[in-house]
């Protein structure tokens, strides 16, 4: 039985959906990697040859493109080698829209999926739609389209290989890095349309806002390249701004960090206990209230930092940081006085609200609101992470208002990230 024939009657579905991106960004690096890459183009040309698969040779350029696909492939199979919960598959789409921002080709992917598969190297796990489980009940697959994306992992044979030039997967940071001129470092979006889906893409303005967001975000990701991460490849990081169509646009509507392909940040928090970086356990550094607490700062309200911002009368802990989310996340709150008088139901929880933290009120008075706010947020995150690199040969992850580093690191971190806010704003945070 063939691979593609025995379907998912042998696979474990928990492990599929483990699954990393396959992102197709990865270069060889060390020369046992660029040696291995080489052996393998050369080995697959001549199989594609033999089998008839390919009558005629390469020309240079398109041999190039083959090339850092063999690289890129390899790369990213040997990260998943590491992943024991994926049972070391990752997943990549064959959609051809999906390689504009890869090193690979993606016919030249299409390929080497189909000849490593023969060539023993690889085992696949073709993409399927019709069901929401890989347990192979309703499988399709003889339809073009799918639902999840194709599975792909190395095979002992491939392992093997790696082993014997050198390269084991738990080292694969020293083997294989990121194309990072292939990714901008700074995206920018029209504001949300109608259906309050994200905008669409815009061309980056030119300036020197941007040439210095560039290059600040550029040199952390060439700080992170250096370091080994347990969850597969160094992420590669960018800031994403919003309202790029709007008056009085200055970078100053969001621009948090995110990461491109399945990273960490898009995991569960209980998830990410387990990461660890250059070996070590991790602890993550979250600023309490993050926004109120620079609303405070910027609008040079007087603040106590130490108390707790969510703990208002009887109202339950989770009422109150919803409401002031809402609130923020709209730029305005609503007057105290017509509060007292409203017949809602959360009316005498919204007062309360509006007692503790009368800040809120300037909001509007001010124009703040959650994309400005992130705004600053994320220039001191980016400030954090530089100098936390630069200086204290720290390497950081950021998650939106918290940091995710070494258990080692902590204390240092944790007194960078609250000298950098407070030079930002104004005010000393809560860190837990």
Not at 153 to 168: F, N, Q, S, V, Y
Not at 213 to 225: G, K, P, Q, R, T
Request: glycine residues 6%.
């Amino acid at each position: 039985m063939l691979p593609s024939e025995q379907h998912n009657i042998d696979r474990d579905p928990e492990a599929l959906r483990a699954a990393n991106l396959a992102d197709l960004l990865l270069e060889a690096h060390s020369p046992e990697a660029m040696q291995l890459a080489s052996s393998l183009s050369e080995e697959t040309v001549l199989f594609l040859k033999d089998t008839g698969t390919r009558q005629r040779g390469f020309k240079t350029e398109a041999r190039d493109r083959f090339d850092r696909t063999v690289g890129a492939l390899l790369g990213d199979l040997t990260f998943a080698a590491t992943n024991r919960a994926a049972e070391r598959y990752c997943y990549r789409s064959s959609n051809r829209d999906a390689f504009k921002h890869t090193v690979a080709e993606s016919r030249h992917y299409d390929a080497l999926k189909n000849a490593w598969r023969s060539m023993g190297l690889i085992e696949v796990v073709d993409g399927f739609r019709g069901t929401d489980d890989f347990d192979g009940a309703v499988f399709h697959p003889d339809t073009p389209s799918s639902n999840w994306a194709t599975r792909l992992r190395a095979t002992p044979k491939l392992l093997d290989r790696l082993i014997a030039h050198g390269i084991e997967p738990f080292s694969a940071n020293l083997h294989f890095k990121r194309s990072l001129p292939m990714l901008s470092p700074v995206l920018l979006r029209k504001s949300k349309n109608e259906g309050g889906h994200k905008g669409d893409l815009m061309t980056l303005p030119k300036g020197p806002k941007l040439d210095r967001m560039s290059a600040e975000v550029s040199d952390i990701n060439a700080y992170l390249s250096d370091q080994v991460f347990s969850f597969g490849p160094p992420p590669y990081l960018y800031r994403s701004f919003n309202n790029g169509n709007a008056s009085g646009f200055d970078w100053n509507f969001g621009g948090r960090f995110y990461a491109s392909g399945n990273t960490y940040l898009s995991w569960p928090k209980e998830d990410r206990f387990n990461i660890t970086i250059n070996g070590s356990r991790t602890r993550e550094l979250d600023i309490s209230a993050c926004q109120l607490t620079m609303l405070y700062g910027l609008t040079d309200t007087p603040i106590d930092a130490n108390s707790d911002f969510y703990l208002v009368d009887d109202v339950p802990r989770e009422t109150v940081k919803k409401t002031i989310s809402i609130w923020v996340g709209r730029g305005c709150a609503p007057e105290l006085s017509e509060v007292e008088v409203s017949s809602d139901k959360r009316a005498p929880e919204h007062a309360a609200i509006l007692r503790r933290h009368p800040v809120l009120r300037k909001l509007q008075e001010e124009g703040w609101d959650s994309l400005k706010l992130q705004a600053v947020e994320s220039d001191m995150m980016s400030d954090t992470l530089l100098k936390l690199g630069k200086h204290y040969d720290i390497p950081a992850l950021p998650i939106h208002d918290c940091i995710l580093v070494r258990e080692e690191d902590a204390e240092t971190a944790k007194s960078v990230l609250s000298e950098v806010f407070n030079k930002t704003v104004g005010v000393t945070p809560t860190i837990k």
